[in-house]
Structure formats: C-alpha cells, structure tokens
Nanobody, 124 residues
Framework: QVQLVESGGGSAQAGGSLKLSCVASGRTDRRYAMAWFRQRSGKEREFVAAIGWSGASTRIGDSVKGRFTISRVTATNTITLHMDFLEPEDTTEYYC?????????????????WGQGTQVTVSS
C-alpha cells in the first residue's frame, strides 16, 4: 500500500523560506509523478507544483511561480517543495500527492494517493 509522509511544515515570516518534503513508500515501480496541492480556507484545492517520475519535468502553479520550486530524489522516493519569498496568503495546509502518470499533472483528479498534510503559517 502506498504511503506518502510529509514533513517540514512550520512557521515563517513574510519574505522568508521553508522546505516541505514528502517520502513515498509501498510501490515497487517508482515511475510515478508527484505533486503538491494546497487548500486555503474558503477556496478550492489549488495546484502548487508537480514533478515527473525522473525529476526532469516540472510544473509550477501560477500563484507561486517565481517563488516556489520542486525537486526530486528518485533514489529515496522523496520530493521537496522549496518555498521562497513566502507571503501570508501562502498560509494553509499543504498536501503531497502521487499520480499513476509518469508526467506531472496540474489536475488533482489524476492523483490517486494523498498524504495527511503539513501546515504552513506565514506571518506578516
């Protein structure tokens, strides 16, 4: 059974940085893209960033483009969301997800496994 475990959430001041990591376990075939989503209060689930199975292909959501990047270490099945120039509007729970596709996708419907979430709080 696939398990996704997030870590690295916490607090930061506006303009600061945080890193979120997600480790996937339970599959023998690791050729799956992974992503980060978030859901701010009163809003729909929002795509943040995704990365293909090899790490060569990435997609970044419009609201975080230029501030967030995503990377992957295939040997350890770990993805990391690098968040820079944080804004108070980035405050929410962030979720790691895995899709059955090899290429990154911005559509949450393509993701079959989800982590429990990790909280990010940015103060002004």
């Amino acid at each position: 059974q696939v398990q996704l475990v997030e870590s690295g959430g916490g607090s930061a001041q506006a303009g600061g940085s945080l890193k979120l990591s997600c480790v996937a376990s339970g599959r023998t075939d690791r050729r799956y893209a992974m992503a980060w989503f978030r859901q701010r209060s009163g809003k729909e689930r929002e795509f943040v960033a995704a990365i293909g199975w090899s790490g060569a292909s990435t997609r970044i959501g419009d609201s975080v483009k230029g501030r967030f990047t995503i990377s992957r270490v295939t040997a350890t099945n770990t993805i990391t969301l690098h968040m820079d120039f944080l804004e108070p509007e980035d405050t929410t729970e962030y979720y790691c997800a895995e899709t059955f596709r090899e290429s990154p996708s911005e559509d949450s419907e393509n993701y079959t496994h989800w982590g429990q979430g990790t909280q990010v709080t940015v103060s002004s």
